[in-house]
């Protein structure tokens, strides 16, 4: 059964970094390019980044672009997001998302239930 | 501000048909391959249909896929209570080079 589950919200202050991490299994996660969605309190799903299985493919939201780096271990069947620089814009809860094999970052097939990231002072 | 326009909400009686429009352009829709997802109020986004009119293992056939062009369309037919839930669309845009979701939509069960 896959499961993804996320950790590493909670609240920053503006201008803080924070770490999200997501444990991947029941799938062979080097295979599979991964995602990051996030979603704002009572607004519509934002994709934020995705990385290729093997790393070599980093791909980012205009709007994270410079703050947010993401980045997989494949030994530990994890994927991470860095956020650096964050706004109070960024409050949102944070999925990670598995994609369709082959390199694609569509068809998230499945989600995991997120960790909510918040941004105040 | 989402590249994919989408209708803010439809709503029909329970067992007729109702269908979200997806709207979008040549470097998302109209060269790539378009997903949708069911978010039931409090959960995560589930996959309904890929490839522009695939259906994952389990989801019932009341739900289609189709894709014209640059707009997509998802169809649910013999509406449930159940199906109460907010649809996005989604798909790889060329030029971002990043995936796209649409603004969504709410399906009301009237």
């Known amino acids: 059964e896959v499961q993804l589950v996320e950790s590493g919200g909670g609240l920053v202050q503006p201008g803080g970094s924070q770490r999200l991490s997501c444990a991947a299994s029941?799938?062979?996660?080097?295979?599979?390019?991964m995602s990051w969605v996030r979603q704002a309190p009572g607004e519509g799903l934002e994709w934020v980044s995705g990385?290729?299985?093997?790393?070599?493919?980093?791909f980012y939201a205009d709007s994270v672009k410079g703050r947010f780096t993401i980045s997989r271990d494949n030994s530990k069947n994890t994927l991470y997001l860095q956020m650096n620089s964050l706004r109070a814009e960024d409050t949102a809860l944070y999925y990670c998302?598995?994609?369709?094999?082959?390199?694609?970052?569509?068809?998230?097939?499945?989600w995991g239930q997120g960790t909510l990231v918040t941004v105040s002072s | 501000q989402s590249v994919l326009t989408q209708p803010p909400s439809v709503s029909a009686a329970p067992g007729l048909r109702v269908t979200i429009s997806c709207s979008g352009s040549?470097?998302?829709?109209?060269?790539?391959?378009v997903s949708w997802y069911q978010q039931l109020p409090g959960t995560a986004p589930k996959l309904l249909i890929y490839?522009?009119?695939k259906r994952p293992s389990g989801i019932p056939d009341r739900f289609s896929g189709s894709k014209s062009g640059t707009s997509a369309t998802l169809g649910i037919t013999g509406l449930q209570t159940g199906d109460e839930a907010d649809y996005y669309c989604?798909?790889?845009?060329?030029?971002?080079?990043?995936?796209?979701f649409g603004t969504g939509t709410k399906v009301t069960v009237l």
């Open positions: 998302a598995k994609g369709a094999g082959g390199g694609s970052y569509s068809e998230l097939g499945y």
């Open positions: 029941g799938f062979t996660f080097s295979d599979y390019a």
């Open positions: 990385i290729s299985g093997s790393s070599d493919g980093t």
């Open positions: 040549s470097p998302n829709i109209g060269n790539n391959f």
């Open positions: 490839e522009n009119n």
């Open positions: 989604g798909t790889w845009d060329s030029s971002l080079r990043a995936e796209v």
